[in-house]
């Protein structure tokens, strides 16, 4: 398989922004990555760094007409010989309403404000089936069925018939991944799927993902902010910064060879078994979006800040298998920029 046959998703220039009273907020901001088939492809962050932003992109779910892809392109490589752009496609046209739900699923943040609590979640996953699968309220209901028992419901013939608020919360979040699943995706987008579920509950909804993912063969792009969860479950890492990729690359590089000075903040950050120390948090506070500053966005905050930061924003710097925004790795940085 040749590298761009095994490429799934890439996604170049994406600059998604919107318009305020307060002013224009640059929530993605000229990011570049690319997903594999099959690979499990990690997004982290403070909050506020852009990575729901990017899913939502993605998805083609960005509230209009406040906010809006202004450039770049979000090519998706499906069965067909050419790339679809994504970012190209009418929101609800026929195109995008056929890939969103049916090529690409999506996982979201909070399952008791995405879930309809109107509706019986049998009725809500049966729905997207009939939607892209032509099959009938039948045997879409028998499909939903088995998926239900898939995910882990103690009693999905009886569940199916359940409201939301009926069941709990690791129960709900087991019913999202089996909407998104419903139709058997290529790409699964999980946004922070285990926000506010205790460490038991995690860890059998992460298990539950791999288990699946390895049944479906599908890749995932996993949102989320604890690093526990990152090291565990990705092959490739992308670090996000006020709405920038700061650092990419392989979950083991991240982990034990950081590079830009937030990512060894965030791992420091990280409190440890047996740890006797004080942590060792990031200086400062995330700046306004408003008010992103000029040169490199983490030049305030950054202990190893130059002169050359301050006026001048890095590019990604390449090294063997890693990219990283920071003017301590260019052969450019010389040592009179150096405060």
């Known amino acids: 398989m040749t590298e761009q046959q095994d490429t799934l998703l890439r996604v170049s220039g994406l600059k998604t922004h919107f318009r305020t009273e307060q002013g224009t907020i640059r929530a993605v901001d000229g990011i570049d990555f690319e997903i594999k088939r099959g690979e499990t492809f990690g997004i982290v962050g403070e909050s506020g760094c852009g990575k729901s932003v990017t899913a939502y992109s993605i998805m083609q779910l960005i509230e209009r007409p406040q906010g809006d892809i202004v450039s770049g392109s979000i090519e998706y490589m499906g069965e067909g010989a050419r790339p679809i752009d994504i970012a190209a496609l009418d929101p609800n046209g026929p195109d995008m309403r056929n890939l969103r739900g049916n090529e690409i699923g999506m996982i979201f943040q909070e399952p008791m404000t995405s879930l309809n609590p109107i509706y019986t979640i049998g009725n809500q996953i049966i729905e997207a089936i009939v939607l892209h699968q032509r099959v009938s309220k039948m045997e879409a209901r028998k499909r939903a069925i088995e998926l239900l028992d898939r995910v882990g419901l103690s009693d999905p013939r009886s569940q199916i018939d359940d409201y939301p608020h009926q069941l709990s919360g690791g129960m709900r979040q087991r019913v999202m991944i089996a909407m998104a699943l419903s139709c058997n995706p290529r790409l699964l987008i999980a946004d922070e799927p285990t926000t506010a579920l205790d460490v038991t509950v995690e ?63 965030l791992l420091e950050s990280i409190p440890q078994i047996g740890l006797s120390s004080r942590l060792t948090p990031i200086e400062g506070a995330v ?35 890693e990219r990283t925004k920071c003017w301590l790795y260019s052969e450019e940085a010389l040592p009179q920029h150096a405060k």
Do not use: W
């Open 287 to 321: 700046p306004m979006m408003q008010d992103i500053p000029t040169g490199c966005t983490f030049a305030p905050r950054c202990p190893h800040v130059m002169a050359i930061c301050e006026d001048d924003p890095p590019m990604l710097f390449p090294s063997d298998s």
């Open 203 to 265: 860890a059998q909804i992460l298990d539950l993902m791999r288990d699946l993912q390895q049944d479906f063969g599908m890749s995932i792009m996993l949102i989320t902010h604890n690093l526990g969860v990152v090291a565990e479950n990705c092959d490739r890492v992308m670090v996000m910064y006020l709405g920038k990729v700061i650092e990419e690359g392989s979950a083991v590089d991240i982990f034990y060879n950081p590079r830009h000075p937030y990512t060894h903040g």
